[in-house]
């Protein structure tokens, strides 16, 4: 069965990841889902910012 995400950029719509932490950049997830999952973008805002860095061990040291 080809990936959903896939099927969905074939037929022309562009999917816009609504997530963004260091996690994302670090591990390469992030460019994982660009390269293979043909993910088009990053959105943010601050609320999803303060979860990223309050649920997380990785921002601690700079807090």
Do not use: C
């Amino acid at each position: 069965m080809m990936n959903p995400l896939l099927r969905l950029h074939a037929l022309g719509q562009r999917i816009w990841l609504d997530n963004l932490s260091r996690t994302l950049l670090h591990d390469g997830t992030l460019k994982k889902l660009v390269t293979d999952d043909r993910i088009a973008g990053v959105t943010s805002n601050p609320t999803i910012f303060f979860k990223a860095i309050s649920d997380s061990p990785h921002y601690q040291d700079e807090l």
